[in-house]
């Protein structure tokens, strides 16, 4: 549904869907916490910016005391964290979080595309905050990932979206 531009659909089924790993007892377990993440993410889709900030504190909490949690979480958290700052003109906030993401990944073997992702919405970061030279350092960087050909195979799944049929005028 997010996927959809269903933001509205797409956040009542992630408030659903915590609210049942709730009252099954697991609220406290990093899939909530993924969950809660997912939901911010639609919040600043959605311009819910302190709606947004809440989710991920809430799912920060989680990460830092659950026993299932993986470093990707904590990644992905600070990803939409930085995009929260980032969307609130906290530049300097967004970098923190976004080099605090990048470092993580480094110490694990994550795919070529979110580190892409992620170093790209970084050196954007470093351009608004004027630091130009570590930017294109940083694209120096993403250039030398090369292609990801793993992704040539993947369809992406807005294609098999039916677009919406507009009347003629």
């Known amino acids: 549904m997010q996927v959809e531009g269903r933001l509205a659909e797409a956040e009542a089924e992630f408030i659903a869907a915590f609210q049942s790993w709730a009252d099954a007892g697991r609220g406290d377990t990093a899939d909530a916490g993924v969950i809660l993440n ?81 170093l790209t919405s970084y050196a954007v970061i470093l351009r608004k905050n004027h630091r130009g030279r570590e930017a294109r350092s940083i694209e120096a960087r993403i250039a030398a990932l090369g292609r990801d050909h793993a992704m040539e195979d993947v369809v992406d799944v807005t ?11």
């Open 38 to 118: 997912s939901l911010a993410s639609v919040y600043i889709e959605r311009n819910m910016l302190d709606d947004a900030r809440t989710a991920m504190d809430r799912a920060l909490a989680i990460f830092s005391q659950a026993k299932d949690a993986v470093p990707m979480d904590r990644i992905k958290l600070l990803h939409v964290r930085g995009v929260l700052h980032a969307r609130k003109g906290e530049w300097q906030e967004a970098e923190l979080d976004l080099r605090d993401a990048i470092s993580l990944a480094d110490r694990e073997s994550i795919d070529s595309a979110t580190l892409r992702l992620l």
């Open 159 to 169: 294609n098999l979206v039916p677009k919406p049929k507009h009347p003629a005028k």
